[in-house]
């Protein structure tokens, strides 16, 4: 069988027992498949087994400075375009959603208060953050059916790189304070930005040797590609950007490098 026809339950069965998996995905091959969305859920849930975690983004961008913006409540507020899996799934009986007010995570399994617990106080996806916590126990990441450019541990790689610009948001007119149900709070500054250069790494990685191609989809170790990418970015400390020139987070991110002298 050719890899690009893998069905779901291939490529779950190549997913390790008993371990912490961060799942991005595109619903849409699954559902050519005649699957619903809790069934994806029920059977990731059974791969793992009753000593492993299951993580899915639930990202609601509830930033101060976004027009009409609702304060966050980790019980009713929805995950914004991150796709109809992650939303059934922060909805399921026993998963328990972290408190960040921009970057939230849905989580099931042995570790889910863990890496829910305390997420109001610290960056999304930056240092304490629930991806900073899952990179620590070696969590594998499932990209189903997408590339990465989805795949958010590669801004928490750039914030752990230590590369001079997560300071900067990715829109400026959102601000640098989220709406909670207690008001306004400000952000530590370390914001993930523009995903869109990330795409480049689809296959560096496979033959990196951390990660394998699995049809459409990828499943890669976060701990080694962290370390590949802080690697990258003290090679070339703008690996991470993109060349569009309307890229608002990328043009100013470059310009930083400039002034530091890191880049020409």
Not at 145 to 154: H, I, Y
Not at 244 to 256: F, K, S, W
Request: with cysteine; hydrophobic share 35%; glycine share 8%.
């Amino acid at each position: 069988m050719r890899l690009a026809a893998m069905r779901t339950q291939e490529i779950l069965d190549h997913i390790p027992p008993g371990q912490v998996l961060i799942v991005h995905a595109s619903f849409k091959s699954c559902k050519e498949e005649g699957l619903q969305p809790v069934q994806v859920i029920k059977q990731l849930c059974a791969r793992l087994g009753p000593e492993g975690t299951l993580l899915m983004p639930t990202f609601s961008y509830n930033y101060s400075g976004i027009w009409k913006v609702q304060p966050y409540d980790a019980a009713t507020t929805p995950g914004c375009e991150n796709g109809i899996l992650s939303e059934t799934f922060r909805k399921m009986p026993g998963v328990l959603r972290s408190n960040n007010p921009t970057y939230s995570v849905a989580v099931w399994g042995k570790y889910a208060q863990e890496l829910t617990e305390g997420s109001c106080d610290v960056t999304g996806l930056g240092h304490g953050s629930s991806y900073e916590n899952a990179c620590k126990l070696g969590a594998w990441i499932l990209l189903l059916n997408v590339g990465n450019n989805r795949n958010s541990m590669l801004h928490y790689a750039e914030i752990a790189s230590g590369v001079p610009y997560n300071d900067i948001p990715f829109r400026a007119c959102w601000g640098k304070t989220a709406l909670t149900l207690d008001g306004e709070m400000p952000l530590i500054p370390e914001f993930p930005a523009c995903s869109e250069a990330f795409s480049k790494f689809d296959e560096p990685f496979v033959r990196a040797g951390f990660a394998r191609k699995l049809g459409n989809s990828y499943l890669i170790h976060s701990t080694k590609m962290v370390d590949y990418i802080c690697g990258q970015i003290r090679q070339q400390p703008d690996i991470m950007l993109c060349s569009e020139l309307v890229c608002e987070p990328c043009t100013l991110r470059r310009r930083r490098l400039q002034e530091r002298e890191l880049i020409k």
